[in-house]
């Protein structure tokens, strides 16, 4: 008995989803321009401002060229958080999404 997988329209498409918040981290990580407009803000903590020495500029870096996304860290498919190692030391990054 096979059975088939019905989307759900409550869910937006991991896809879609995961090329917006590429595209995003790209643009504001690295100002690489999207295929499409995308708007959004980054934001940082305060700690990381003040890790001093071009510290931010690499982690920045570091999280628009992320691509290592697996099932054990990326389950959902949306491409929404990960880790870099900047220096010995792990910086998370997170994209939130909020429709309007």
């Not at 071009?54 to 628009?64: N, S």
């Amino acid at each position: 008995m096979s059975m088939t997988v019905q989307p759900q329209p409550d869910r937006p498409d991991p896809t879609v989803i995961a090329a917006q918040n590429d595209a995003f981290r790209k643009l504001a990580c690295l100002g690489v321009p999207p295929a499409q407009p995308i708007q959004g803000r980054m934001h940082v903590t305060r700690s990381l401002m003040e890790a001093g020495d071009g510290f931010m500029a690499e982690a920045v870096k570091a999280t628009g060229a992320f691509d290592t996304f697996e099932p054990e860290n990326d389950p959902e498919g949306w491409h929404d958080f990960g880790a870099v190692e900047i220096r010995g030391e792990t910086v998370f990054w997170k994209i939130d999404l909020y429709e309007a």
